[in-house]
C-alpha cells in the first residue's frame, strides 16, 4: 500500500485501536476486537507487522505501558492513533461510500 | 504455565530490539489465556504461533532492508533459498534430516552437561546447602567422629549458619491392611527444618523432642505416601505405622512437592545431641550445613579443612578430613562425564555437519553458471557467498526447530526415570539453549560457509566460458571423495555392529531354556545403611534362615537361594581346570558361576543329570570344596566326557580359590541367555553368610501373590531386611531387555543415517559429474560410443566409492567382533549372513543413489548436449 492509502487489514486494525482507546489498544487485544466484531480469525504476526508499518507511516505512535504480572513481567506497547491516523480512516471511509453509491442493486442477490 | 522456552527463544530472536520485551509479553499473555483452557493444546499453539510470529517479524526486517544475518542480504536470497529448497526437496529433506539429528543430539548433551554441573537444589536459598563429608586419609573412607569432634565443628564452623544431619535409606513399612512396602525413607535433625520448604499439610514438623532418648518414635509422611497407602483413612495423624520394626505415630504430613535430602516418603528424627558433644552421630547419618548469609562456599571449605586438623585421628597414618561440597555436585566425575559429553556431541554434530556441507558443495559447484551470471551482472563474491551461506542457515534453522523439539521429548523421557536425584531437572535450560544456538551457528557455518568459499574460489567468469568442468571435478573430488568412502566403511561396521545386537536382543527374549512359570525371584538385602555398633561391619543375614523361611511358607512348593538368577549372565571370570586321569591336560577357561544353595536346583526345576545336587553337608566349614557344573559346559568344555571327580578352581587376583571337586551336572538353566557361547558355567555353595541374595520359590498359585507373606516373614527374622524387585522367574533381567531394545534401535538408526549420508554423497557427486560431463557423453554417444562404455566411465568412480568403502567396512566388522567379547560378552557373533545382508543393503542403496544421475546421463542426445554449450 502506499503512504496515503489504507490497506483493508491496515483499516481493520487502526478501527480496532481507536475502539479500544489508547489505554487498552495493544496487539492482543487489537486481534481478540477484530476476531470479535468481524468473525475473522486473525493471526498477531500480522497485527505486528501491520502495526510497524502504520508506524512508520506516522498513523500510529506507540509507548510501553507497565509491566504485567500475567505478562511475566513484560509492559504492554499501547497504541495511540495519531491525527493523520484518524484522517487517513475518515478518507478510508469516503472512499467507500463513495464507490458504494449506485451499486446496491447490481448487489442484490438472484 | 509460561510460554515454552522454544517459542520465547523464537520470539526473541526474530523482533527488533526496540519490540522484544512486549512481544513477548504479548506470547507470554495469550498462551496463559490458552493455557488455562488446556496446557497441552496451549503448547501446541503457542509454539506454532511463535513461528508464524518469528517468520513474519524476520520477513518484515528483510523487506526494510535491516536483514537479520547480515547487511550483504536481501529478502531476495531468502526468496531464492526458500524456492531452492522446495526444488531440491531430497536434498533438502537430507540436509534437515541430517543436521536435526545432530541438534537433537546436542540439546540432550548440553542439557545432560548443564544438570551435572550447574544443578541447584529447587528451593529458595538452595544454594547455600552443603554437604560435609568426613572423609578417612589415605582410604578415602567415611570416618566416624567422635561426640567431641561433632562438639567442636558445631562451634567453630562459623561460615555455617546452621549444621544439621540427614540419612537416607529404604526401609520395610508395614502399612494398615497388613501389607509390607518397601520405602525410601530420611532422618533429619528436626532444627533444620525451618531452613527447607517444609510447610505441613497437616499436623506439625518434627521437633528437637522428637530426637530426645526415650521420646516417643514419631515419623513425618507424605501426602503422597497417604494416598496410596492409606486412601481410607481420613485423619492420619495420631495413627501408627512399623517402620523398620519399630512401631512411629504420624505426627505430620509433608505435601508431595517437598523432596529433601531425597525423594522420600517418611521422615524419622535424627537425635540433635551431636551439637554439643553430647553424643556421636548415628552410623548411616551424615553432616550438613546452611552457608551463613554472605559467606560462600570456598570459605567454609577452607575452614573445615583448618578445622580437620583439631579432630581426632583414628589410627596411626590415617587422618579424617572436612570435605565441604554444594549439595548438588557430583564431584570431579561429573565434569569427566560432561567433558566426554561435549566432545562426543561436538563430534557428531560436526560429522553431520560435514556430511551437509558435502552436499551443499556439489550443489553449489553445479551452480557455478548461475554464480557467474550474478558476478557479470555485479554481485561480489561476498554476496554469493552470504547467498549460499544464507540457504544453509534456513536449513539448519528448520532442523533446529525439529532437533530441538525432539532433544526435549527424549529428555522429559529421562526425566520420568525413578533413579534420578530429586534435583536432577534434565531440560535445556539458559546455558543448554545458548549452547545449542552457537552449536547450530558452528554447524551452519560448517555447511553453509566452507562450501560456499570453494565453489566460489576461482575465477566466477569462467564459468560463463564453459570451461571442461574437469578442475572442479577433481576439487570436488579428493576430500569429498574420502569422505565417503570413511563414511561408507563406518556405516557397514555400524550397521554390522547394530545386527548382531538385534539379533542379540531377539536371542535374549526368545526363551531357549525352559523354565518353571510358577517361581517368584526377589532380591533379599540387608540395609546398607545398617552396620555393627561395635565392629563398624555391615550387618550380614543367614542364608540358612532365609531359605528356611521361604521354604515354611504357604504354598510354597520349593525354595532355594543363589547369587545369580537365571538369565542375569554373572561375568565370567578365569577358571582352571585340572588334567584328568591319563586324559585331557589341564586348561584355563572364563567361565560364569554362580552360588547356590542346596534348594536352588529344586526351585527353579534344574533336575540332576547325573553325579547328585548339593547336599547340607557340602555347606559345613570344614567340608570339601566341590561345584557342580551345568550342561553346556560338559558340552563345550569337555567335548562331551564325564566332569564327575575333575577339579575346578576361580583364578581371579593373585590367591586362587580352593580346588572344587566336581560332583554333578544339572542341566542349562539359562547361565547366560542370547550367547550360547557363554552358556558353560559351574555353581559353587553359597557363603553362609552375606549381606545381598537373590531368593528363588516354587509356588502354587500367582507367584506375585507370595511377595507379601516373603516379605512379612523375614521382616519377622529382622526389619532391616530388604525384599526388593519381587517379579516372576520368566520376566527376570526384563531392564537388560529394555537396554538391548533400545540399544539395537539406536545404532541401526545411526547406521542408517551414516549410509544415508554416505551415499547422499555418492548422488551428489554423481550428479555433479553426469552434469559438467554432458558436452562428453553427447560427443561419446555420437561417437558411437556404447552405452555399456558410458556407464562405466560414469559409475567408475562412484563404484570405486562404494566397493571400497564397503571392503574396508567389512574389515573393521570383522576387526570388531574381536573386541566384542570383552566389550559385551553376550553377543554372538550374529551368524554368516550377518555381513553379507549389510553388504547387499550397500550395493542396493548405492545403486539407487547413481540410478537417478546415471539415466540423466544415458537420457543425453548428442545433439542437444553439443548445442547447450
Redesign the interface.
Known amino acids: 500500500m502506499g503512504k496515503d492509502t489504507l490497506g483493508e487489514f491496515e483499516l481493520l486494525v487502526l478501527l480496532a485501536a481507536i475502539r479500544l482507546g489508547e489505554a487498552e489498544a495493544?496487539?492482543?487485544s487489537i486481534v481478540d476486537e477484530i476476531a470479535a466484531r468481524t468473525g475473522r480469525d486473525i493471526?498477531?504476526?500480522?497485527v505486528?507487522?501491520t502495526l510497524?508499518r502504520l508506524e512508520k507511516k506516522g498513523l500510529i505512535a506507540t509507548r510501553?505501558g507497565a509491566p504485567?504480572p500475567?505478562?511475566?513481567g513484560?509492559?504492554?506497547?499501547l497504541v495511540r492513533v495519531e491525527r493523520s491516523g484518524r484522517e487517513a480512516v475518515r478518507e478510508a471511509r469516503h472512499a467507500f461510500q463513495r464507490m458504494w453509491v449506485g451499486l446496491g442493486a447490481q448487489l442484490e442477490e438472484r | 504455565m509460561?510460554?515454552p522456552r522454544l517459542a520465547r527463544l523464537l520470539v526473541r530472536l526474530a523482533a527488533p530490539g526496540d519490540?522484544r520485551?512486549?512481544?513477548?509479553?504479548?506470547l507470554?499473555?495469550?498462551h496463559?489465556r490458552r493455557a488455562a483452557r488446556s496446557r497441552p493444546r496451549a503448547w501446541m499453539l503457542t509454539m506454532a504461533?511463535s513461528v508464524?510470529?518469528a517468520?513474519?517479524?524476520l520477513?518484515?526486517r528483510l523487506r526494510d532492508g535491516r536483514p537479520a544475518s547480515g547487511r550483504w542480504l536481501t529478502a531476495g536470497d531468502l526468496r531464492l533459498g526458500l524456492r531452492l529448497m522446495v526444488r531440491q526437496p531430497i536434498l533438502t529433506a537430507t540436509a534437515v534430516v541430517s543436521l536435526a539429528v545432530g541438534i537433537a543430539v546436542a540439546t540432550v548433551g548440553f542439557a545432560f552437561t548443564e544438570t551435572l554441573l550447574f544443578s541447584r537444589l529447587p528451593f529458595e536459598g538452595g544454594d547455600r546447602v552443603v554437604t560435609i563429608r568426613t572423609v578417612e586419609q589415605p582410604s578415602r573412607d567415611a570416618a566416624r567422629l567422635s561426640a567431641e569432634d561433632y562438639g567442636l565443628i558445631t562451634r567453630q564452623a562459623t561460615t555455617l549458619e546452621h549444621l544439621g544431619a540427614i540419612s537416607g535409606s529404604r526401609e520395610n513399612v508395614v502399612v494398615p491392611g497388613g501389607a509390607v512396602e518397601t520405602l525410601i525413607t530420611a532422618g533429619l535433625t528436626p532444627t533444620s527444618l525451618p531452613y527447607l520448604p517444609a510447610r505441613p499439610v497437616a499436623g506439625r514438623l518434627l521437633v528437637p523432642s522428637d530426637g530426645a532418648p526415650g521420646a516417643p518414635p514419631v515419623v513425618m509422611v507424605s501426602a503422597r505416601f497417604l494416598r496410596r497407602a492409606m486412601p481410607d483413612v481420613p485423619d492420619a495423624i495420631g495413627r501408627t505405622l512399623e517402620v523398620a520394626g519399630l512401631r512411629r505415630t504420624i505426627v505430620g504430613v509433608l505435601p508431595d512437592e517437598f523432596e529433601f535430602p531425597n525423594s522420600a516418603d517418611l521422615w524419622t528424627p535424627i537425635p540433635e545431641g551431636f551439637r554439643d558433644g553430647r553424643a556421636s552421630l548415628p552410623g548411616d547419618a551424615s553432616l550438613f550445613g546452611i552457608l551463613a548469609p554472605g559467606r560462600s562456599l570456598g570459605a567454609a571449605r577452607d575452614q573445615l579443612e583448618q578445622l580437620s586438623d583439631r579432630i581426632g585421628h583414628p589410627a596411626p597414618g590415617s587422618s579424617v578430613r572436612l570435605e565441604a561440597a554444594g549439595f548438588t555436585d557430583l564431584g570431579p566425575m561429573a565434569i569427566d562425564m560432561a567433558t566426554a559429553a561435549i566432545v562426543a556431541v561436538l563430534a557428531v554434530l560436526l560429522v553431520i555437519a560435514a556430511n551437509v556441507g558435502n552436499l551443499i558443495l556439489a550443489r553449489s559447484f553445479a551452480r557455478q553458471r548461475e554464480f557467474a551470471l550474478r558476478a557479470a551482472l555485479g554481485a561480489s563474491r561476498r554476496r554469493i557467498v552470504g547467498q549460499i551461506f544464507l540457504e544453509v542457515l534456513l536449513l539448519g534453522l528448520i532442523a533446529a526447530a525439529i532437533g530441538i523439539v525432539a532433544g526435549d521429548a527424549a529428555l522429559r523421557t529421562f526425566n520420568r526415570m525413578d533413579e534420578l536425584p530429586f534435583w536432577a531437572d534434565f531440560t535445556a535450560g539458559p546455558r543448554a539453549t545458548a549452547m545449542v544456538v552457537v552449536a547450530t551457528l558452528v554447524a551452519t557455518m560448517v555447511a553453509g560457509a566452507w562450501p560456499a568459499l570453494r565453489a566460489t574460489r576461482r575465477d566466477l567468469a569462467a564459468g560463463l566460458h564453459g570451461g571442461d568442468g574437469r578442475a572442479s571435478d577433481v576439487r570436488f573430488g579428493r576430500a569429498a571423495g574420502t569422505m565417503v568412502v570413511v563414511q561408507i566403511a563406518l556405516s557397514v561396521m555400524l550397521l554390522h555392529g547394530a545386527l548382531i545386537l538385534a539379533q542379540g536382543f531377539r536371542a535374549f527374549t526368545e526363551p531357549t531354556v525352559p523354565l518353571p512359570r510358577d517361581v517368584l525371584t526377589a532380591n533379599v538385602n540387608v540395609n546398607a545403611t545398617r552396620v555393627d555398633a561395635a565392629s563398624g561391619d555391615r550387618v550380614t543375614v543367614r542364608a540358612e534362615d532365609v531359605e528356611r523361611i521361604a521354604r515354611g511358607l504357604p504354598g510354597v512348593r520349593a525354595a532355594g537361594l543363589t547369587t545369580a538368577l537365571p538369565r542375569q549372565s554373572p561375568r565370567p571370570v578365569p577358571v582352571e581346570l585340572d588334567a584328568a586321569e591319563g586324559g585331557a591336560p589341564a586348561s584355563r577357561l572364563r567361565l560364569p558361576s554362580a552360588e547356590v544353595t542346596a534348594g536352588f536346583f529344586d526351585a527353579v526345576e534344574g533336575r540332576v543329570l547325573a553325579g547328585r545336587g548339593f547336599r547340607p553337608g557340602d555347606y559345613a566349614p570344614d567340608a570339601p570344596p566341590v561345584a557342580v557344573v551345568n550342561a553346556p559346559f560338559v558340552e563345550r568344555v569337555l567335548g562331551g566326557a564325564s566332569p564327575l571327580g575333575r577339579r575346578i578352581r576361580a583364578a581371579t587376583g593373585d590367591t586362587p580359590g580352593p580346588w572344587r571337586t566336581i560332583v554333578g551336572v544339572v542341566p542349562d538353566l539359562g547361565m547366560s541367555v542370547g550367547d550360547p557361547t557363554q552358556a558353560a558355567g559351574y555353581y559353587v555353595p553359597l557363603a553362609p553368610e552375606t549381606t545381598f541374595l537373590y531368593v528363588a520359590m516354587r509356588v502354587t498359585g500367582d507367584p506375585l501373590e507370595h511377595t507379601n507373606p516373603l516379605r512379612r516373614a523375614l521382616l519377622d527374622l529382622d526389619p532391616g531386611l530388604i525384599v526388593a524387585r519381587p517379579e516372576r522367574l520368566e520376566d527376570v533381567a526384563g531392564d537388560d531387555l529394555v537396554f538391548f531394545k533400545w540399544g539395537s534401535v539406536t545404532l541401526v538408526g545411526l547406521g542408517l543415517l551414516t549410509l544415508g549420508l554416505a551415499l547422499a554423497g555418492v548422488y551428489a557427486m554423481m550428479s555433479l559429474i553426469v552434469a559438467r560431463r554432458t558436452r562428453e557423453i553427447g560427443i561419446r554417444l555420437a561417437l558411437g560410443a556404447t552405452t555399456t562404455r558410458v556407464v562405466r566411465a560414469i559409475v567408475g568412480r562412484a563404484a570405486w566409492q562404494v566397493g571400497t568403502g564397503g571392503a574396508a567396512g567389512c574389515l573393521l566388522a570383522l576387526l570388531s567382533l574381536g573386541m566384542r567379547a570383552n566389550l559385551a560378552s553376550r553377543l554372538g557373533d550374529g551368524g554368516p549372513w550377518t555381513l553379507p545382508v549389510v553388504v547387499v543393503l550397500l550395493l542396493v542403496a548405492g545403486l539407487a543413489a547413481t540410478w537417478i544421475p546415471l539415466r540423466r546421463a544415458l537420457g543425453v542426445r548428442p545433439g542437444d548436449a553439443l548445442r547447450a554449450e
Open positions: 495493544y496487539a492482543v493471526h498477531r504476526a500480522a505486528y507487522v510497524q510501553l504485567q500475567e505478562r511475566g513484560k509492559a504492554r506497547r | 509460561s510460554a519490540r520485551d512486549d512481544t513477548l509479553g504479548d507470554e499473555e495469550a496463559r504461533e508464524v510470529i517468520a513474519a517479524l520477513r518484515e
